[in-house]
């Protein structure tokens, strides 16, 4: 799916794995929906750039890239580990959760404890 426009810039939470993103397509100067997250970037003006819609090339920050799968990789042995945990039974209940604000600590304990 192309567009010139975008209804909804935003379309994923800061706080999931995104699903979908938009990508700018120089050549047809429109938009098209695609899956998965995009690749961590900037754009500049391109060289020969005269124009104030010059659509500019994206330069890619290939660390930025390499650091999404591997938070992936460690939440899942991280969900992994819990269950191995409650799995043997003999340390308690475990759970894990992620806090981007530690006034959200508390809250995150109280909400787990209950579903405990």
Known sequence: MTSNSIEKLIITS????????????????????????????????????????????????????????????KRRFLDEWVRAVNA??????WAWAVSRDTADVSGIIEKTSRKM
């Open 14 to 73: 800061p706080y999931e794995e995104p699903r979908q993103h938009y990508s700018y397509v120089r050549e047809t100067r429109s938009f098209a929906l695609k899956k998965g997250r995009r690749s961590a970037g900037y754009i500049v003006a391109s060289e020969a750039s005269r124009t104030f819609d010059d659509p500019g090339v994206f330069i890619e920050l290939p660390l930025v890239n390499q650091i999404h799968p591997r938070v992936k990789t």
């Open 88 to 93: 043997h039974g003999g340390f308690g209940s």
